[in-house]
């Protein structure tokens, strides 16, 4: 169980690609599985201690075993962790421009796949080192403003063309699609796709959908998930369905399925268990 959570907003010149670090310490019993749903995002654990184990249903070979410092995503479809003992390390959740920003690499070289850091950035392997040694909280974050603020100052920027494609899909007003949005950049629908997909990880329509999810899951989390001991009924979903931009109830439960593999309503029971963000 999480015994320490410790949260810590960055420097303000990092807080449009870092949103906020997570201290955190787990001790575990005996081994505990979670549910971890599809998205948009990059995940980047640091840690040190019990290691973990994360797996793709899909394909084994995308996972990462035994490590305690690895990135994950993006992923089109769910993955589970598995892990037991006692664990310590700092997370962060990072958007794809972001995390191609600090990373300094393509995303279609981590997409649907999860990897110890020190097989994609040795840079990373060596500011985990330094955040277990540190003394306390404090000055693991003051380590990782400078480590990040380092990164920016020696990585090249975003291409503006596909930064202002991702916030369009992101802006979570009516949907957009990809032809309008090829004709907005004043690109074609396949010059659009294949950067995109190269520097961010997974095409712009597939992107589109793990967005809208992504807020579903979260409006979810501060609904039907603040009573996890009643499982609701389906009423209201078609009414969450259409103010979540769904078609209807159907199709919410179809993309429920594929990114979270099961309905929204199991998703609310008791022993699902997330550490994405909801």
Known sequence: MLTEAVVARPDPRLRQWVDSYLGYREDVSVPLARREVAGAFVVLILGWGAPMDVADPRDRARGAYGTNAFLAGPFDSWCATR???????????????????????????????????????????????????????????????????????????VDPHLLAAWRRLDGGGEAVGVATLAEEL????????????????????????????????????????????????????????????????????????EFAGVTPAALAGPGSHSSNPA
């Open 83 to 157: 892990t037991v003992g006692t664990g310590t390390g700092v997370q962060m959740m990072l958007t794809a421009p972001a995390a191609r920003r600090l990373l300094g690499l393509p995303l279609a070289e981590l997409a649907n796949r999860a990897a110890p850091v020190d097989a994609v950035a040795g840079w990373l392997a060596r500011l985990r080192d330094e955040l277990a040694a540190a003394p306390g909280w404090p000055e693991r974050f003051a380590r990782l403003d400078a480590a990040l603020s380092a990164r920016l100052a020696a990585t090249t920027p």
């Open 186 to 257: 004043g690109w074609s629908r396949r010059h659009l796709s294949v950067r995109f997909r190269r520097e961010f990880g997974l095409p712009p329509r597939t992107v589109a959908r793990l967005l809208r999810f992504d807020r579903a899951y979260a409006s979810l989390g501060r609904t039907v998930l603040t009573a996890p001991s009643a499982v609701p009924d389906d009423t209201g979903w078609a009414e969450r369905a259409a103010r979540w931009g769904y078609y209807d109830q159907s199709h919410l439960i179809r993309e429920f399925r």
